[in-house]
Structures are given as C-alpha cells and as structure tokens.
C-alpha cells in the first residue's frame, strides 16, 4: 500500500474549513423573518395543548400556516420540496391527557446521496408563565418564532439550489412539553434509515439586548455536548483512559461552525458553550444526542429573561412577555445568514470518515479509515490534548486500500501518547473543495450512533 503525504505550507490557527462554493447569504431577507414572525404571533397561542382545529387560532392552524409556507416555497422551486407530517400521540408530566404532537417537515433530496441527510429546525409551540396555561396569550416571537422563521426562509434561500445530500427543514411541536417534538423526529429519522451528519437547533435566535440591559448583535452561541449521550460505561471506561471528553462529534460539530463564521454573516461571531445546553435548560437538540445523532444549539448570545415563558404584563414597570418589538430582526438575519452558510457547507461535503490512531510504544502514529463516499481526499489534523481548537493541517491523497479496505498515512517521528488526531473528507479538488467536519480519531469520535 503506497499513500502519499504532503505537508500543507500552512498551519492554521483556526483551521477554517474549506467550502468553495458560493453561499446565498445575501438573499436571507429580515423583512420576511419579521413578517413571519408576526404570522406566527397573529395565532395567539401555539400551545401544544391548546386547539388543533380552530382555523384561526392555536397549534393546529399554526402548523397549518408553516405547512402552506413550505408549500409555497415548493412551488416557487417546481416541487423540490415534499412535505411531511408525521405524528405521536403522547402524555407525559406536561402531558395529562393524551395530545397528537405533530412535525411540519420539508425534505429537499439530495442529487447524489439522498441518504445523507442534515436537519435545521426550530420549535413552533410556544407558552406563558404556567406551562400547562394553553388558553392565554402566548405570542413566542423570539421563543421560538425566531427559530420557526428561521427554518422557513432557509428554506426559500436554498431550495433554490441543488446539493448532492439532503436538507430536512423541521419545525417541531411540543418542545415546551417535554421535547416531544426533538424526539418524534429523531425516532422519524431512524425509521427512514437516515445518515444524520448534523442537527442545527435554532431556539431564541432574535434578540439582542439582556434582561440586565447588556446588549450584544455580534455573538451567537453553540452549544455542545462533550462526552456523548449515547456511550455506555464501556465507552466511558476507555475515554476516561485515552482521551475525547472534548471530542465527540457534536463537540466537532461546534468547532466546524465556529471555523466559518468569521467571513459569512455580517460580522457575527460564535462563542462556543461547551456543555450541553444553558443552565437547567434544555432544547431539541437533546433528543439527538440520546440517539448517538451530532446536535448542536444555537441561541443568542444574550437572553432577555422579561420576554421567555411569561404571561403578558406590566409589574413595577417593567413589561413581561414574548413579543415582537423585543426582537432585532436584523440580528436574526445574521443567525439565519450563519445557518445557511453551515447547511450549503455540510450537505455539499462528505461525511466526516471514521478515523483510528495506532501508536502504543512506538515514536510514530498510524491513522487509519476507510474510504467515505464521495470523498477525493481527506485533510489530517492534530492538536495538543491540552489544546481547545484544531491547529495542523496535512493533505491527504490516498493510494489503494489495504486488503481490510483501510486507508492509511504514517507519521513519522510523531508520539501518539502526545497528540489528538482527527480527519475530515473532502469533495473535489484542492481549489474546489468542500469539506465536512474534522471526526476525532479517539473512542467514540465517529459521527455515527454508537448502537
Ligand atoms: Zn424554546
């Protein structure tokens, strides 16, 4: 087996990842976010619990409205989308009587890998100060109109375009409730026998300005699970014995999005939050992570606590509720401009290979995967294990695989016992390559479920 190395003239400090094609951030348009954002309020309530058939008013016809706008978009792209509904019906703690939690899904298939598949989403129902309130006033601008509004003009910008993997386009129910949403889609996906390269969860994307008056329109935030929700103790026992709590692919995920954001939305930059969700909170991204599925939160960069969960009202002053004129559509505009740049760079790049490192006692490391579809080459990283972000970047043209299938590449003269490794694989040639995000070559770094 011959396997050619060429050392890139660079190392990066912040490898960006590499994506040569181009991105239609400019046509993401605020105004059409704040039109839907003000739909989706004009429903009063989108309370899971709340009506189902009334035409004017409650989930139902909120998820009827998302529905027609999907179908819109279809239309406007001579039916590129096929819309879905699938449904469960479910009880819970915030679930006394048995309700139907229904997902509004738009599927735009891949031209090359229709298998492959990556899933931005956001949730449409919303609520006040008591959870199970499914009769007051619940506009949910920002929590998570902002995140629906997101996915609905993702879709108008791309459906525009074709890409060789798939785009699921979700906006789920029941998140309030106990994530049903998150889950009925996870399980969805399972049963359809999808790839899941990514999940992007856009929750409270649309404001600016804290409860404590500290305003921010320059920073997201992503969160990201570092030891992965689906290991047992087995895995558990070997990462705690060689390494990747910092490497899961959600974890891989977050640096991917980070390494693209300083050139694509206006100035918007990633503060990645290494846990799993906020303090005591949680979103739909969860339910992913359970399942082995990389999944990753966005949110703003800082939360107005007057204008989440709360009954309309004016105490002492201050205004409570989730309401539109505390949004900066602008702001929104960029998370939505940051999202479709990550989407067009994941669903036009392999999926990330599954890469191992050998070097017990020996003074060089051997990585080792096999061949990924739709991969020309490959791109080998390593960092100190003391290090947060990717540092090194080597080329990666691989000869003929060995008779197990592998690929391999030799360092030579580099100590495993001192380095973490990943790899990522990349469509096309050196000037037009696209790339996936880096997998870590540790127990449990592969982008896939563990079971
Ligand atoms: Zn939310």
Redesign the pocket.
Known sequence: MRVLTKVASLALLMAAPLLARSVPVAEVSATRLRADVASLVSFGTRHTLSSADDPNRGIGAARRWAAGEFRKTSAACGGCLEIVLPENTVTGERMPRPVKIINVLAIQRGTERPNEVVIVQG?IDSRVSDVMNATADAPGAN??GS?TALVLEAARVLSKRKFPTTIIYAVLSG??QGLFGGKLLADYAKQQGWTVKAVLNN??VGNTRGSDGVIDDKTVRVFSEGPRADGDDALRAQVRRFGGENDSPSRNLSRFVAGLAPSSSGGLQVRQVWRADRMGRG?DHLPFQEMGVPAIRFTVGVENYDHQHQDLRTEKGVVYGDTIEFMDFAYLAKVTRLNVKVITALVSAPMPPAVQAVGAVSTSTRLKWHAVPGATWYRLYRRRTDAPSWTFVQLIYPGAPDKDGFFSTELIGVRADDWLFGLSAVAGGQVTGLESPVSSAVPGGQFAPLR
């Open positions: 949730h929590d998570d995140g998140e309030e929750d409270i979103g």
